[in-house]
């Protein structure tokens, strides 16, 4: 009787493909299956029920939904543009200070170390219409009268989201183009120089160019992180007042874990994802031509 | 088991009467019950008393979670799709008792009569879902009642200002037509308001609901359609509207909750405050609030109805369906809500739920003029008080219904637009679970 031997490659890969089935495949099959069933957590019998896409044709043509992932590609466009923007600023002032720098890489890092609850925490107050910091400070320089409802119109709520979300998440575009500027060699830069070029010129041309594959890594995982952002948004406003900042993952987990539809929640969520996958095959094209562009192989 | 246990505690319990009822010296020795309990500092008093039953029954108690409602209320529904409701004792709410249809085992079986009795009969019946009593109320029964500024009141000036305006004479409202007057009267944004809402989540809902009630409407008919598109409905949105409108309340208010709200009243910025009994302390406590001995407390008003509003709710504790040993967890139960217990508890300020305890905190408060106002205020209210639709769908329906309310306020829509989109969101999901 001779024993069924398995080729070493997979026993030496089982563990690993035991545990990606354990903690990645089983619950996203399982999630996957029940976005097919009216699954409500209070009544488990409904796992069990079959709707077929119910749930996706519901949630593809609920406005309230469309207009939530609408909002939530604002606010990524324009979170990333102003964080990799003032990162980029940032790295770039730093990376010319001669003494101390190590000192202000660390103090860079701060708003990185709170955890983003005590963030939202921290923005609702400094945006609370009534004895908010910024609004004391706006009537106390007589620049308004009125108390400004920064967390309850649209557009200004949006605006204090982004703003918790930029302080608390520049720094990882600063990190990263920071170490892309130390890893700058010097030639080109110090060959444009003899060409005439002015900083300017030499920045456009010599440094960017450089630095972009560092600022595609850095969106590509913001880009990940802010398309599910839940956490700041959630202490600040919770998507509210009237929808006015409800983000996909707001609506998710409100339907989810309070109303309880878990069916419809992951149905929801699986079509989120077609955007964080979007927004990343997006930034790896980028990454790859700008790596092309510098010469670098595929 | 179940049969012969509970007889044999049934026997005990009618033997020694109901307070101390199970406490017979180690009944449950050995018995570890696991709990899952309201945390906050305000409950923290009752916990303490504990272990006066472990001590007296020779069970253990183990608390294994301790959070606010609302996280209770997503870690129990998590549990229910687990199945991990092995547990014995959850602290539970009337608000939120209805979702939880086959979590709680009925308490009628486990408990004598008496103790049945000695509750305010109308807390019993909102403890009492589908036939089954799913858990005893403690003394944290919660109505709302009206803090004003007493000072407003005694100003001649404004008493005469208000009166060649309005043609009535300025005392504390006792409608809600009055009260949005007066709100709008002594407001001067953006240092005072006239009054503020809670202006999300369920508790926006709550005021809604009971200012439909007052307005001698409903939420929902008997087949549970949605009834609040209807003129008492309307007439209930708009009054949130036209507060909102005319500056009367601080522009964040749809973004408030209790905190807020009671921050902001003790801030002595807000003329007139609905408000829960417990802050009467709070705002009659010179540490805490500017308008220490200014503060008067009136029954709820009324609606166009004639009727007061007093959506009412308090928490209780309820035991578990899946727990081996369900006579320990319902003694422990009726310890945590008997008299001394209540009494505890509501020495603090908080409102009991059993009649003698009642009589006993009037009694206690007789010496002290502005315990006494706060006590017949709530009382008052408390007659007519009434507790959510027992529907498992009053938090889901109420999410679909708050954005709506909401976008009237700012509005974004009409009040009839407002109405009819949770009217038909309501009515769909009600559809969709085979409600309707």
Same mark, same amino acid.
């Given at each position: 009787?001779? &024993?069924?031997?398995?080729?070493?490659?997979?026993?030496?890969?089982?563990?690993?493909?035991?545990?990606?089935?354990?903690?990645?495949?089983?619950? !996203?099959?399982?999630?996957? =299956?029940?976005?097919?069933?009216? =699954?409500?957590?209070?009544?488990?019998?409904?796992?069990?029920?079959?709707?077929?896409?119910?749930?996706?044709?519901?949630?593809?043509?609920?406005?309230?939904?469309?207009?939530?992932?609408?909002?939530?590609?604002?606010?990524?466009?324009?979170?990333?543009?102003?964080?990799? !923007? !003032?990162?980029?600023?940032?790295?770039?002032?730093?990376?010319?200070?001669?003494?101390?720098?190590?000192?202000?890489?660390?103090?860079?890092?701060?708003?990185?170390?709170?955890?983003?609850?005590?963030?939202?925490?921290?923005?609702?107050?400094?945006?609370?219409?009534?004895?908010?910091?910024?609004?004391?400070?706006?009537?106390? !320089?007589?620049?308004?009268?009125?108390?400004?409802?920064?967390?309850?119109?649209?557009?200004?709520?949006?605006?204090?989201?982004?703003?918790?979300?930029?302080?608390?998440?520049?720094?990882?575009?600063?990190?990263?183009?920071?170490?892309?500027?130390?890893?700058?060699?010097?030639?080109?830069?110090?060959?444009?120089?003899?060409?005439?070029?002015?900083?300017?010129?030499?920045?456009? =041309?010599?440094?960017?160019?450089?630095?972009?594959?560092?600022?595609?890594?850095?969106?590509?995982?913001?880009?990940?992180?802010?398309? &599910?952002?839940?956490?700041?948004?959630?202490?600040?406003?919770?998507?509210?007042?009237?929808?006015?900042?409800?983000?996909?993952?707001?609506?998710?987990?409100?339907?989810?874990?309070?109303?309880?539809?878990?069916? =419809?929640?992951?149905?929801?969520?699986?079509?989120?994802?077609?955007?964080?996958?979007?927004?990343?095959?997006?930034?790896?094209?980028?990454?790859?031509?700008?790596?092309?562009?510098?010469?670098?192989?595929? | 088991?179940?049969?012969?246990?509970?007889?044999?505690?049934?026997?005990?319990?009618?033997?020694?009467?109901?307070?101390?009822?199970?406490?017979?010296?180690?009944?449950?020795?050995?018995?570890?019950?696991?709990?899952?309990?309201?945390?906050?500092?305000?409950?923290?008093?009752?916990?303490?008393?504990?272990?006066?039953?472990?001590?007296?029954?020779?069970?253990?108690?183990?608390?294994?979670?301790?959070?606010?409602?609302?996280?209770?209320?997503?870690?129990?529904?998590?549990?229910?799709?687990?199945?991990?409701?092995?547990?014995?004792?959850?602290?539970?709410?009337?608000?939120?008792?209805?979702?939880?249809?086959?979590?709680?085992?009925?308490?009628?079986?486990?408990?004598?009569?008496?103790?049945?009795?000695?509750?305010?009969?109308?807390?019993?019946?909102?403890?009492?879902?589908?036939?089954?009593?799913?858990?005893?109320?403690?003394?944290?029964?919660?109505?709302?009642?009206?803090?004003? $500024?007493?000072?407003?009141?005694?100003?001649?000036?404004?008493?005469?200002?208000?009166?060649?305006?309005?043609?009535?004479?300025?005392?504390?409202?006792?409608?809600?037509?009055?009260?949005?007057?007066?709100?709008?009267?002594?407001?001067?944004?953006?240092?005072?308001?006239?009054?503020?809402?809670?202006?999300?989540?369920?508790?926006?809902?709550?005021?809604?609901?009971?200012?439909?009630?007052?307005?001698?409407?409903?939420?929902?008919?008997?087949?549970?359609?949605?009834?609040?598109?209807?003129?008492?409905?309307?007439?209930?949105? $708009?009054?949130?509207?036209?507060?909102?409108?005319?500056?009367?309340?601080?522009?964040?208010?749809?973004?408030?909750?209790?905190?807020?709200?009671?921050?902001?009243?003790?801030?002595?910025?807000?003329?007139?405050?609905?408000?829960?009994?417990?802050?009467?302390?709070?705002?009659?406590?010179?540490?805490?609030?500017?308008?220490?001995?200014?503060?008067?407390?009136?029954?709820?008003?009324?609606?166009?109805?004639?009727?007061?509003?007093?959506?009412?709710?308090?928490?209780?504790?309820?035991?578990?369906?899946?727990?081996?040993?369900?006579?320990?967890?319902?003694?422990?139960?009726?310890?945590?809500?008997?008299?001394?217990? $209540?009494?505890?508890?509501?020495?603090?300020?908080?409102?009991?739920?059993?009649?003698?305890?009642?009589?006993?905190?009037?009694?206690?408060?007789?010496?002290?003029?502005?315990?006494?106002?706060?006590?017949?205020?709530?009382?008052?209210?408390?007659?007519?008080?009434?507790?959510?639709?027992?529907?498992?769908?009053?938090?889901?329906?109420?999410?679909?219904?708050?954005?709506?309310?909401?976008?009237?306020?700012?509005?974004?829509?009409?009040?009839?637009?407002?109405?009819?989109?949770?009217?038909?969101?309501?009515?769909?999901?009600?559809?969709?679970?085979?409600?309707?």
């Amino acid at each position: 009787m001779t &024993r069924a031997k398995l080729p070493p490659w997979l026993v030496l890969l089982l563990p690993a493909i035991v545990i990606i089935l354990a903690v990645v495949m089983v619950p !996203l099959l399982l999630s996957l =299956y029940s976005s097919f069933t009216p =699954y409500h957590l209070t009544r488990p019998e409904t796992l069990w029920k079959w709707i077929g896409t119910f749930n996706y044709v519901k949630a593809a043509t609920d406005p309230n939904f469309w207009r939530a992932f609408g909002r939530t590609v604002l606010l990524l466009t324009i979170a990333l543009n102003l964080e990799m !923007l !003032l990162g980029l600023g940032l790295a770039l002032m730093v990376s010319k200070v001669t003494q101390g720098q190590r000192l202000l890489r660390t103090a860079m890092m701060f708003p990185m170390m709170f955890s983003p609850i005590l963030v939202g925490f921290q923005f609702k107050f400094i945006f609370n219409d009534n004895v908010g910091l910024v609004n004391n400070a706006l009537q106390s !320089l007589g620049l308004t009268e009125r108390a400004i409802p920064w967390l309850v119109d649209g557009n200004l709520a949006l605006f204090a989201i982004i703003m918790a979300e930029v302080w608390t998440s520049t720094s990882v575009f600063a990190i990263l183009i920071l170490a892309g500027l130390f890893a700058l060699p010097q030639d080109p830069l110090e060959a444009a120089k003899v060409d005439g070029c002015t900083p300017w010129q030499s920045f456009r =041309y010599v440094t960017l160019p450089f630095l972009m594959p560092f600022i595609y890594i850095a969106m590509a995982i913001r880009s990940l992180d802010v398309a &599910r952002a839940y956490d700041i948004v959630q202490v600040m406003t919770n998507g509210g007042p009237a929808r006015r900042t409800e983000l996909l993952w707001t609506l998710i987990g409100r339907t989810g874990y309070v109303d309880a539809r878990m069916g =419809y929640a992951n149905a929801m969520g699986y079509i989120a994802i077609l955007l964080s996958i979007a927004f990343t095959v997006y930034f790896f094209r980028k990454l790859q031509s700008a790596r092309r562009e510098l010469g670098m192989a595929d | 088991m179940k049969g012969p246990m509970a007889g044999s505690v049934l026997a005990l319990l009618a033997g020694f009467g109901f307070a101390t009822a199970a406490l017979a010296d180690g009944e449950f020795a050995g018995v570890t019950v696991e709990a899952k309990l309201i945390g906050g500092q305000q409950y923290e008093a009752l916990y303490a008393r504990i272990a006066d039953w472990e001590k007296a029954t020779g069970a253990k108690v183990k608390i294994i979670s301790q959070k606010n409602h609302f996280e209770l209320d997503k870690e129990y529904k998590a549990d229910i799709a687990a199945g991990t409701t092995n547990w014995c004792v959850g602290s539970n709410h009337s608000s939120f008792a209805s979702q939880y249809p086959s979590l709680y085992t009925d308490l009628a079986p486990l408990l004598p009569a008496e103790t049945v009795a000695g509750f305010v009969p109308a807390n019993i019946k909102a403890a009492t879902i589908e036939g089954k009593l799913v858990m005893l109320p403690r003394a944290q029964f919660d109505v709302s009642a009206l803090y004003y $500024q007493k000072s407003l009141y005694t100003d001649p000036a404004k008493a005469e200002a208000f009166k060649a305006k309005f043609g009535y004479d300025l005392a504390p409202p006792e409608t809600w037509d009055q009260f949005r007057d007066q709100a709008m009267f002594f407001a001067a944004p953006p240092n005072f308001y006239g009054t503020q809402y809670a202006g999300k989540d369920e508790a926006i809902n709550g005021r809604f609901y009971e200012l439909v009630v007052a307005n001698g409407g409903k939420m929902f008919n008997d087949d549970w359609t949605p009834a609040f598109n209807s003129d008492a409905g309307k007439q209930a949105l $708009q009054w949130f509207v036209d507060l909102y409108k005319a500056g009367a309340v601080p522009p964040g208010t749809t973004n408030y909750l209790w905190d807020d709200l009671g921050n902001g009243f003790a801030s002595g910025t807000v003329a007139l405050n609905l408000d829960w009994p417990g802050w009467s302390g709070f705002f009659n406590d010179p540490a805490s609030s500017k308008l220490a001995g200014n503060v008067g407390v009136a029954p709820a008003p009324q609606g166009s109805a004639g009727v007061r509003t007093g959506w009412s709710g308090f928490h209780g504790f309820s035991v578990t369906e899946n727990c081996a040993t369900k006579e320990a967890a319902a003694s422990l139960v009726d310890f945590l809500t008997n008299e001394d217990s $209540q009494k505890l508890e509501s020495a603090a300020g908080p409102l009991p739920s059993r009649t003698a305890v009642w009589d006993h905190v009037i009694a206690e408060a007789k010496s002290d003029p502005y315990k006494s106002e706060v006590l017949a205020a709530f009382q008052e209210t408390a007659k007519t008080a009434f507790p959510v639709p027992p529907t498992p769908y009053w938090i889901e329906s109420g999410n679909l219904i708050f954005p709506e309310l909401q976008a009237a306020i700012l509005g974004d829509k009409t009040v009839d637009q407002a109405l009819e989109d949770a009217s038909d969101a309501v009515e769909e999901l009600m559809r969709e679970n085979g409600v309707i």
